[in-house]
């Protein structure tokens, strides 16, 4: 077996080196509808107490932190609304005029509406998980949609969405793109693509194997690479609390993501609620998503509890444990929903890559690999005691111990009687998308923009998987807990109608739907300018290969800034309205009617198994990758194929 492995290695590398090659004098520039350099900007003062990685004691706020119900929003975020929801009326009323929609007056409509939350549209967008692939076909969504893009709010673009947005979601590879963000300032993906010199932020080019090159910002070489990854899990081991291969895999994200000396040990997820952006309502509600495992259990199913992290808390709508803790301090001991009062509070346990490598915990398996690198001895022995302390069948778990929801709820919380929380990776359960936090009556969101980059397919692209899940989900009387979500076709339906190709709508019509269900925008990864179906597992993109994959996203969030249709612009205005025209009474305006004929799941069923789906690219691609389709896509499978094998 052990040569067999080897060979797969030796193979692996070849293919990853071939499509090194084939890719890797492509465009070096891409289009200028993204090209907008920028330095890229520290985040603010780090916030752990012990000014490193490791959490650390101190003393309790005068009202002692406390496990809430998940009844009601919290108080937090209901106070943080109503700067946000105001905050949205100027760039929505930009957006809507933009979009021309014949016949309607937009600013007006707006105007009339601004102080009525319920009626004003509210937004959501949610970004799949996937690995790299995901994260950066879901950065061109976000700069197309970001105002702040240059040439996004010209003809056929669609800047203005994010500023419109009240919430922002990610999972998995997702959750590295909206945790990047969030961990720098809120910066727009062109920054973070162009960085800054001395920085690695969103250089891919070494996989975290090897670790970044940059000196400055970063460190000197990869024997300091791995020393800082040891040292630093090593200091929260020290200061007394289990850790998992997703510590060491969150500290080896955060040299890529976050734009900081040795990719910020002491920054929070938590202090995102400190950042001035955050503060004032400039900036959606970050929201990333994980999955629970039972005590005693390595299965994860559609019925495990869903939980997530925002700026002020960790927790669960779900019936299951239904509360939340207030995120920076859910390393303390909480008990039955309180600290004791002779026990002091702990911050710093929510360090920014620990919250990002939860969500995307099964990507641990590149780190498994790195015992057959030439590693220090040290880290090598901290790595396999770790395996070897939590077993085997943990490696793909995040350890969150002290339990913040120990002997809470115990009726109904499977984790309520164990001293560890245990979080997995949150696409785990067949949700890719993280639209959980996203349809919650308490949040009322009335459309969201579903990104989809997952690899559903036998060559790596989305079928609509996930909207089946998370609509199957909601169908479960014991989970659905008020949430509502429009009806689903089959995966079939979605290949044999084209639904997966280009944005599909589903719940166009509010009155069908069985409670307030948003309108869903899906949005799924195509071939526009790249063939973009990259294995989820490609450890590292060369700046061609980023820079493209972020343009293909852009095109698919602009349908080729309208070139495959003209009137997308208009329709997406129509997507944002939806849900508002139906509770004013407004009557639905004949271009809307035009875009909903042209774009809303129309009931059609076609679950004949289709053939192999390989989509032609949608516009002209780069030299990179358009000769041989054949070839490329078997490349592709054959690269995910063989460096699954080789995790595994």
């Not at 969103?202 to 690479?225: H, M, R, V």
């Not at 004032?280 to 629970?292: C, K, M, N, Q, R």
Request: net charge negative.
């Amino acid at each position: 077996m052990k040569g067999t492995c080897g060979f797969l290695r030796s193979i692996a590398a070849i293919t990853l080196c071939y499509l090194g090659m084939i890719l890797g004098n492509a465009f070096v520039e891409e289009d200028a509808a993204i090209a907008l350099p920028v330095l890229a900007v520290k985040r603010g003062a780090p916030d752990s107490p012990t000014g490193g990685y490791a959490p650390g004691n101190v003393d309790c706020p005068s009202n002692r932190p406390i496990i809430r119900s998940a009844s009601a929003l919290s108080a937090n975020e209901t106070a943080w609304l109503s700067l946000r929801r105001n905050k949205t009326i100027a760039p929505m009323t930009s957006f809507l005029t933009r979009a021309k929609i014949s016949g309607f007056n937009a600013s007006e409509y707006i105007s009339r509406i601004a102080n009525d939350p319920a009626a004003l549209p509210n937004i959501g967008i949610a970004i799949s998980g996937g690995g790299y692939r995901a994260m950066l076909n879901g950065a061109g969504f976000i700069a197309a949609a970001d105002s702040r893009t240059e040439n996004s709010t010209n003809a056929g673009g669609i800047g203005g969405l994010l500023q419109s947005a009240t919430y922002l979601s990610g999972l998995s590879g997702g959750a590295w793109l909206v945790g990047s963000l969030y961990a720098n300032n809120f910066s727009t993906v062109t920054t973070l693509r162009d960085g800054s010199p001395g920085s690695s932020v969103w250089q891919f080019e070494n996989s975290i194997l090897k670790g970044p090159e940059s000196s400055g910002l970063s460190i000197a070489n990869t024997a300091d690479y791995y020393n800082i990854l040891e040292a630093d899990v090593g200091s929260k081991a020290d200061a007394g609390y289990e850790t998992s291969i997703t510590d060491y895999w969150g500290r080896a994200l955060s040299f890529q993501l976050v734009n900081a000396s040795s990719g910020g040990p002491a920054y929070s997820f938590s202090s995102t609620a400190l950042d001035e952006s955050f503060l004032t309502g400039e900036s959606p509600f970050p929201v990333l998503v994980a999955d629970a495992r039972a005590p005693g259990t390595t299965i994860i199913s559609l019925n495990s509890t869903v939980y997530e992290f925002n700026p002020f808390e960790l927790g669960s709508w779900d019936p299951t444990t239904y509360g939340f803790a207030p995120l920076r301090y859910i390393g303390s001991s909480f008990s039955g929903g309180f600290i004791p009062l002779n026990v002091t509070c702990v911050r710093g346990f929510d360090q920014v890559g620990f919250v990002m490598g939860t969500s995307s915990s099964l990507f641990n398996q590149f780190l498994l690999q790195i015992n057959s690198t030439d590693i220090p001895d040290k880290l090598n022995h901290a790595l396999t005691s770790t395996l070897e302390r939590i077993g085997s069948n943990e490696n793909d778990v995040s350890l969150f111990k002290p339990n913040p929801f120990f002997g809470y709820n115990n009726n109904t919380n499977e984790n309520a009687q164990s001293t560890q929380l245990t979080l997995v990776d949150g696409g785990e359960d067949g949700q890719n998308i993280p639209l959980s936090p996203l349809i919650q009556p308490f949040r009322a969101v009335d459309v969201i923009f579903a990104v989809d980059s997952s690899a559903d397919t036998a060559f790596f692209w989305p079928n609509g998987t996930s909207l089946v899940a998370t609509y199957r989900r909601s169908l479960n009387i014991t989970l659905e807990n008020g949430t509502a979500f429009p009806a689903i076709p089959d995966q079939n339906t979605f290949v044999n109608l084209g639904l997966n190709k280009r944005p599909s709508f589903f719940g166009c019509d509010a009155s069908n739907l069985t409670g307030e269900a948003p309108l869903i925008v899906y949005v799924p990864n195509a071939p526009y300018t790249i063939y973009s179906n990259f294995s989820t597992f490609k450890p590292d993109y060369n700046n061609t290969e980023r820079n493209l994959m972020i343009q293909n996203g852009y095109d698919v969030a602009t349908m080729g800034n309208g070139t495959v249709d003209s009137e997308w612009l208009t329709c997406v205005g129509c997507a944002l309205l939806s849900r508002s025209f139906t509770k004013t009474g407004t009557e639905v305006p004949a271009a809307c009617i035009t875009c909903f004929d042209r774009y809303c799941w129309n009931g059609t069923v076609n679950s004949t198994l289709p053939i192999s789906y390989e989509p032609e690219a949608m516009l002209q691609t780069s030299a990179a990758n358009s000769g041989d389709c054949i070839n490329r896509g078997f490349m592709v499978a054959v690269l995910g194929v063989l460096f699954t094998l080789v995790i595994l």
